[in-house]
């Protein structure tokens, strides 16, 4: 299109562009991540101002920033970014790992760790061995399909939205697959862990056309992020060694 380039372009013309490429648009988890989510930036050094877990708002504008945050459901995460409607995204593997979406994963973020495992009640762990059809239910059924067709096992997968546990307590299915991280929930509920199938941490995306047009911006945050996730506990650029307790304690995991 040479003749685009033919027309006079005024100073305001000029400064668009650049204007809207160094802003970015972050579609932030809620729920039990978005606490440490925001830890984690703030370390990073952005002021994010109001933005708080208590409010019931969904959008949060930080201009002084660069920066317009969406809180949006975990599982929404991934299409909110690979459509384009936010840059980047905070999310879990989880997640990821079941929707397969088409984004550039670029940062584990290393919070919210927990796992992807086969549970099934005391006394019956043992019955993948059998060749009959096992029914698992899951908030997972990608990677529980996966799972068991790797290892050649049939299975009917009977898709829950929450309280898995409960499945297997009312003849509802013989295994789970669900998220375990202190396993409290399984003990409680006289499940064992049969398996684990991934372990799990919240991941940063990034929309693939995001990372080529908003480069300087992406890059930036990418390095920053980077820094505090990798910092040890106790180092200086790591949260004081209570607060990071703190809250590992209450946010357990990366989805919800
Ligand atoms: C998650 C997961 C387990 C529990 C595991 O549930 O699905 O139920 O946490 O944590 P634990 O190993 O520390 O006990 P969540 O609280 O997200 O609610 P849900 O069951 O409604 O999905």
């Not at 059809?133 to 009917?156: C, D, H, L, M, S």
């Not at 049969?194 to 930036?220: G, M, P």
Request: proline share 5%.
């Amino acid at each position: 299109m040479g003749w685009v380039r033919r027309l006079p372009v005024t100073k305001r013309e000029r400064l668009r562009p650049r204007l809207a490429d160094s802003m970015l648009t972050i579609a932030l988890s809620k729920g039990k991540m978005l606490d440490l989510t925001l830890d984690v930036f703030r370390r990073a050094g952005y002021a994010l101002g109001s933005l708080s877990t208590e409010s019931r708002r969904l959008v949060f504008p930080c201009p002084e920033i660069g920066m317009t945050f969406l809180v949006v459901r975990p599982t929404d995460v991934p299409t909110y970014v690979e459509y384009g409607a936010a840059d980047v995204g905070i999310v879990g593997k989880d997640v990821l790992m079941e929707q397969d979406s088409d984004v550039y994963e670029p940062l584990d973020l290393k919070f919210g760790a927990c796992r992807i495992a086969v549970a099934a009640l005391k006394g019956q762990a043992s019955r993948d061995r059998l060749s009959s059809k096992i029914r698992v239910a899951t908030k997972y059924p990608k990677i529980t399909e996966r799972y068991f067709n790797q290892r050649g096992v049939p299975v009917e997968i009977i898709k829950l939205y929450g309280s898995i546990e409960l499945a297997p307590l009312v003849g509802l299915a013989d295994r789970i697959v669900d998220l375990v991280e202190t396993g409290n929930t399984l003990k409680a509920h006289n499940l064992v862990e049969v398996e684990c199938i991934a372990q799990s941490t919240a991941r940063l995306v990034v929309n693939r056309a995001s990372l080529k047009l908003k480069h300087a911006v992406v890059t930036e945050l990418i390095k920053k992020l980077r820094a505090v996730s990798s910092a040890p506990i106790g180092s200086r650029t790591a949260a004081p060694r209570k607060s990071s307790r703190g809250a590992l304690r209450t946010v357990r995991r990366t989805h919800k």
